[in-house]
T-cell receptor
Framework: ETGVTQSPTHLIKTRGQQVTLRCSSQ?????VSWYQQALGQGPQFIFQ???????GRGNFPPRFSGLQFPNYSSELNVNALELDDSALYLC??????????????FGPGTRLTVL | AQSVAQPEDQVNVAEGNPLTVKCTYS??????LFWYVQYPNRGLQFLLK??????LVKGSYGFEAEFNKSQTSFHLKKPSALVSDSALYFC???????????????FGKGTKLSVKP
């Protein structure tokens, strides 16, 4: 069974640029959630995708957007990068069988640094 | 506002001693409760969860957690700590009445556990 994978591992960008982060969900999982973890903080929910549609969103501006593909992999796009976007971005997958008590399985994260 | 509090930034324990990492929550309705562990440069690993039933939940690596509804707490415990337990521990809740999305895990700030030999 393949776990959640993310790419790239590390990324350095400058203010104003755009970035795309990628995630492959765990085998059998069709729901993907994205989180931002700032240094010294707990992860914060950005949004979730299910069946290629956004299925819930946290308190993040529209310049944070995403996609989910038919194979359930997902992308997180951030436009007009700001210094405060520097963080570890975590992807998590879970099975969507109608049970919201399922735990989420996290990838190793992508460390984004904005200069 | 819905929130999770982990009142201790760091917990220090001697190997072989019992450990407790505290978590309290404030959410509407009855939440689902989770504990995750994060090792350096790694993602979060699931430890255990409380959904319903017995207030004492057993999880991975000998960890357990006690749900206390009246105190809105979900403290993580282990009878005998190991040096390898040293890591960052996160408590998380998912409010049951969140509109159906599975994604809205609310995390605490994390507690760094340090187990000394």
């Amino acid at each position: 069974e393949t776990g959640v994978t993310q790419s790239p591992t590390h990324l350095i960008k400058t203010r104003g640029q755009q970035v795309t982060l990628r995630c492959s969900s765990q085998s059998g999982h069709n729901t993907v959630s994205w989180y931002q973890q700032a240094l010294g903080q707990g992860p914060q929910f950005i949004f979730q995708y299910y069946r290629e549609e956004e299925n819930g969103r946290g308190n993040f501006p529209p310049r944070f957007s995403g996609l989910q593909f038919p194979n359930y992999s997902s992308e997180l796009n951030v436009n007009a990068l700001e210094l405060d976007d520097s963080a570890l971005y975590l992807c998590a997958s879970s099975p969507k069988d109608g049970s919201s008590y399922n735990e989420q399985f996290f990838g190793p994260g992508t460390r984004l640094t904005v200069l | 506002a819905q929130s999770v509090a982990q009142p201790e930034d760091q917990v220090n324990v001697a190997e072989g001693n019992p450990l407790t990492v505290k978590c309290t929550y404030s959410v509407s309705g009855n939440p689902y409760l989770f504990w995750y562990v994060q090792y350096p440069n790694r993602g979060l690993q699931f430890l255990l969860k409380y959904i319903t039933g017995d207030n004492l939940v057993k999880g991975s690596y000998g960890f357990e957690a006690e749900f206390n509804k009246s105190q809105t707490s979900f403290h993580l415990k282990k009878p005998s700590a190991l040096v390898s337990d040293s890591a960052l521990y996160f408590c998380a809740v998912r409010p049951m009445n969140y509109g159906g999305s599975q994604g809205n895990l609310i995390f605490g700030k994390g507690t760094k556990l340090s187990v000394k030999p």
